[in-house]
């Protein structure tokens, strides 16, 4: 037996770039190790299910959990181990606010499955689809049932702090473990419950460096449809939809440093409720047009409103999901 | 979906200077208009943020209604066409979402126009009855059922 405090991590509805973002603190690795006794990390470490079933109620320190909740899988997981588990920790974006995934959740699971297993790239002439239970001669095999929409991990368990970003930052992730080092060697003290950890206090427009003046929009377009982009100009001046002024700080700005869009990885800045809505009010401020045939047609040039306003953030929304998606039977 | 007895209930948005006035000035003639209607009194229409919108539809209203002064009188210059804007890009996203852009109204509304504002209510009031309750996230756990496989595919 260690004395060490455990440690586990765990992926449900995810892109496994939440690992590498933690696999990606370098030599930091080392204090995790150092510090903790990884007892449940299916990407880094064989651990099985029932291991962790076996193990007593809350005594794993710190999960970090990422991904949302897509199927009863994840669903059994989540409440596992935020039985075993003092600290739960919603990791990036998908575990806070259903990411990219949740934007499925537009979508009648039927047409999910069907467009996965039956389209132009999938080679699939008899139809074959998974089946829930299947025979064969060790026993009878349950794959997971998917559920009808995603949920965030806060949508199905009590949720301690939240680390968002897809995935999060690097140096971010490498802050919060030296933090949790400290507060485990007693000096330091852990944030609030409900915390949003890893993060900045501001917007991404607060960090980001291109100059702004007032702006007045005529035209949305595509970034790579604008030529040249202003290095030195704020994107959403250019006429780029740049979700900078919703998104919360934490990343430097990454993105339109790099000359790009901000897309919203980091949530919904402090003190917002409904992070698409915000942008729709940020959008809408800046348009130069009063006459409503006028309008129409500059939003035209944002051709999927919801995709662009709740890209990170469909399932944490207000809304949630579309109506086709949760009334689908 | 056309039940009598339902009765929607509509969050209605109005402008200290010109809507809510009209709304008083309907209600100082004795101008009745249907009670389904819960006024909120912003500074101006273009105080209203979106998220009041999604969070009265989320939180279980069956219309939104959004008023505010005539287009070149607005108290703070030209706010009104920001809720204008705003109106039209929500409406876009409402149709995404799958719920229909009707049950989101938006009526300009001087202070004299009493009478006028409690007929637009009233028309709303029965556009929204016949579009039926919405029920928004009220079924949600419902929703998160997990059907198995052969349901989906089905």
Redesign the interface.
């Known amino acids: 037996m260690t004395a060490k405090p455990k440690f586990a991590m765990y992926w449900a509805a995810s892109c496994g770039g939440c690992e590498i973002a933690v696999l990606n603190i370098h030599e930091k690795i080392l204090d995790v190790d150092a510090n903790f006794d990884v007892v449940f990390w299916p990407v880094a470490v064989d651990a099985k299910y029932k291991d962790v079933e076996a193990m007593e109620d809350g005594s794993i320190l710190l999960t970090l959990f990422n991904g949302g909740i897509r199927?009863?899988e994840n669903?059994h997981l989540a409440k596992l181990l935020r039985r075993k588990s003092q600290i739960l920790v919603a990791f990036g974006s998908c575990a806070c606010e259903g990411c990219i995934p949740g934007l499925a959740n537009?979508s009648p699971?039927?047409d999910i499955?069907?467009t996965a297993?039956n389209t132009l790239t999938t080679d699939n002439p008899h139809e074959i689809?998974?089946?829930?239970s299947f025979d064969v001669p060790e026993g009878e095999l349950h794959?997971p049932?998917?559920?009808?929409?995603l949920?965030p991990l806060d949508l199905v368990v009590d949720v301690d702090y939240y680390m968002p970003g897809c995935p999060p930052e690097s140096h971010q992730i490498a802050a919060v473990v030296d933090l949790v080092v400290k507060v485990v060697k007693g000096e330091a003290e852990l944030p609030p419950k409900g915390a949003v950890i890893g993060v900045g206090d501001s917007t991404v427009c607060d960090e980001c460096p291109r100059a702004r003046n007032v702006k007045s929009i005529t035209e949305f377009k595509r970034i790579q449809d604008v030529a040249p982009v202003d290095p030195n100009l704020c994107l959403l001046e250019q006429g780029i939809p740049c979700n900078g002024p919703a998104t919360r700080s934490g990343c430097n700005s990454r993105c339109p440093n790099a000359g790009t869009q901000c897309i919203g990885c980091y949530g919904p800045a402090e003190g917002v409720?409904?992070y698409?809505?915000?942008l729709?009010?940020a959008?809408?401020?800046v348009?130069d047009?009063?006459e409503?045939e006028e309008?129409?047609r500059i939003?035209d040039g944002?051709p999927?409103?919801?995709g662009q306003?709740y890209r990170f953030n469909l399932a944490g929304?207000?809304?949630?999901?579309?109506?086709?998606?949760?009334?689908?039977? | 979906m056309n039940d009598k007895t339902f009765e929607p209930t509509i969050i209605g948005f109005t402008c200290n200077w010109c809507s809510y006035r009209a709304a008083d000035t309907a209600g100082t003639a004795r101008v009745k208009y249907a009670p389904n209607v819960r006024l909120i009194r912003l500074m101006c229409s273009g105080r209203l943020d979106p998220t009041f919108v999604f969070k009265a539809f989320a939180g279980g209203a069956d219309g939104v209604m959004v008023t505010g002064c005539h287009p070149g009188d607005c108290h703070y210059v030209e706010q009104n066409y920001k809720a204008l804007r705003r109106f039209i890009l929500m409406k876009r996203v409402l149709v995404q979402m799958g719920i229909d852009p009707a049950r989101l109204k938006l009526q300009w509304a001087s202070a004299a126009e009493g009478v006028q504002l409690a007929a637009e209510i009233n028309k709303f009031v029965e556009e929204v009855r016949a579009l039926g309750p919405l029920h928004w996230n009220l079924d949600y756990q419902e929703a998160v059922s997990t059907p198995a496989m052969e349901e989906v595919t089905a």
């Not at chain 1, 049932?145 to 929409?149: K, Q, T």
């Not at chain 1, 929304?317 to 039977?329: I, M, P, T, V």
Request: hydrophobic fraction near 55%.
């Open positions: 199927n009863d669903e537009l699971v039927g499955v069907h297993f689809y998974p089946r829930a794959i049932r998917l559920a009808n929409v949920r409720l409904d698409g809505a915000r729709i009010a959008f809408a401020s348009i047009a009063k409503p309008i129409e939003l944002i999927d409103p919801v306003v929304s207000l809304l949630k999901a579309s109506a086709e998606a949760w009334k689908a039977k």
